[in-house]
């Protein structure tokens, strides 16, 4: 089997060495909730998820080892949901922190999360879009700041600074602790 | 950096949500496709696959091609070309029209009734001499000469009506295009061998060394010279052949 054959062979049994149950266990919130940072929408989080993990199912033989990691290829597919989402419904804002949260835990708690959701999601939504993305990517999508700055074509130590200065001033905004 | 408190705003995922995502993927799973099959294999997997198809389709292809025989068109001849695997003549449909001056008639036995006296050879093969034909009959062919030298090695002219069917046959490649007086003849080289008596059931080869056909179209009828062995040449045969002088009453419609 010559080097050719080979990297065909990694390229694929790339798919079948990706554990998707486990992917989809790990990968699921993080998706979910970096679309609910990114929209302010939880309804429509579900639906951008939805989309992205059936568009990851259906290409992953196209899914390359060598490119990089499958929560990065997840969410270079997420991102590119978010973008055509948007170009489609061309409202960046609109919805932004007015929906319901939450719906599956119909408690007391459940309705102070929303309302804290609903207050986060307000102050997202005065952001300027790439910090927004910022944002979603490390909160919702929980890259590293490494993984961030490749993805917005940022340094890490730009990354940090404006995250650092993001989540200092929306605390202040929200009263936490 | 205290990040807590986004983490704790941050809704669940749904559980019937995540549930039923989970299921359209599974089942998308199940109707996995062909395409999607070949986009699993390698390079050179794919080629194999590719290659194997490919030669079970040829095979399929050869098979028909071997197997099938068909009608070979030669001046106003039909040649049926046939399988060198069998020797079973079944040409697919029936044999396109022959343009002939009319059909000849027949008895009451199905027997083709021959109104003319077809011409013999002038110019015979040196050591060869005209025999008795024997008391043979059939209803489609008429031998009309029957020459033989001190080796017993023989030669036969043979008349059939040209509208009727008797087509001769051949393997491809056992037969040619040649010219009697100037119109296309059909020259076959051998024949199949003879039936061989300890076991009749075997396969019968064809075989080149077993002389020539040599067929021409002639007033409504498909003459044939035949040899046995390899005691004549081809040159001599067309010779032969162009020597026969026409019929002295030819068919008429």
């Known amino acids: 089997m010559n080097a050719a054959d080979t990297a065909e062979r990694a390229r694929a049994s790339s798919v079948s ?40 199912w259906r290409g992953r033989s196209r899914f390359r080892h060598d490119l990089g990691t499958f929560s990065a290829w997840l969410f270079g597919i ?13 409202t960046n804002t609109s ?32 952001l ?50 | ?40 294999l390698t390079i050179r997997e794919r080629w194999q696959a590719t290659a194997i198809v490919l030669t079970i389709l040829l095979t399929a292809a050869c098979t028909q091609i071997i197997l099938r025989s068909r009608y070979v068109r030669i001046g106003d001849l039909f040649l049926v070309e046939i399988s060198r695997l069998t020797e079973l003549v079944n040409p697919g449909g029936a044999a396109p029209a022959i343009p002939t001056p009319g059909q000849l008639p027949i008895n009451e036995y199905g027997w083709t009734v021959w109104e003319f006296s077809p011409g013999s050879p002038k110019w015979i093969p040196d050591g060869f001499s005209s025999i008795d034909i024997p008391s ?20 036969r002219l043979y008349i059939v009506p040209q509208a009727e069917g008797m087509h001769p046959f051949a393997p491809p490649g056992e037969y040619e295009e040649v010219s009697v ?42 003459y044939t010279l035949e040899t046995f062995g390899t005691y004549l040449a081809q040159a001599e045969l067309i010779r032969m052949a162009e020597s026969v002088a026409p019929p002295e009453r030819p068919f008429s419609q």
């Open chain 1, 17 to 56: 060495e990706v554990d998707w149950v486990s992917a989809y266990s790990e990968l699921l919130p993080r998706v979910y909730h970096y679309f609910c940072l990114r929209t302010g929408d939880p309804s429509e989080a579900e639906d951008l998820t939805a989309t992205v993990f059936e568009r990851a």
């Open chain 1, 78 to 90: 997420a991102r590119h949901v978010v973008v055509e989402h948007y170009r489609q419904s061309k």
């Open chain 1, 95 to 126: 919805n932004f922190g007015n929906q319901d949260v939450g719906h599956s835990r119909p408690t007391e708690d459940a309705a102070e999360q929303r309302e804290a959701f609903a207050r986060l999601a307000s102050r997202l939504a005065v």
């Open chain 1, 128 to 177: 300027p879009k790439r910090q927004r993305e910022l944002f979603a990517l490390k909160y919702g999508a929980r890259l590293s700041n490494r993984a961030i700055a490749s993805a917005l074509n940022m340094t890490e130590t730009n990354v940090s600074t404006v995250l650092h200065r993001l989540v200092t001033r929306i605390r202040e905004e929200m009263g936490a602790k």
């Open chain 2, 1 to 40: 950096m205290n990040e807590e408190f986004i983490i704790k705003v941050l809704p669940p995922v749904p559980p019937r949500f995540a549930k039923a995502l989970y299921d359209r993927l599974a089942a998308d799973h199940s109707r996995a496709s062909l395409k999607m099959f070949l986009r699993h």
């Open chain 2, 136 to 155: 043979e009959m059939t209803a489609y062919e008429q031998t009309i000469g029957l020459w033989s030298n001190m080796s017993n090695e023989r030669i």
């Open chain 2, 181 to 222: 007086s100037g119109n296309p003849a059909i020259l076959i080289h051998g024949r199949y061998t003879p039936t061989s008596s300890e076991s009749p059931q075997s396969e019968r080869p064809w075989s080149e060394d077993l002389g020539f056909q040599l067929s021409w179209p002639s007033h409504g009828s498909m």
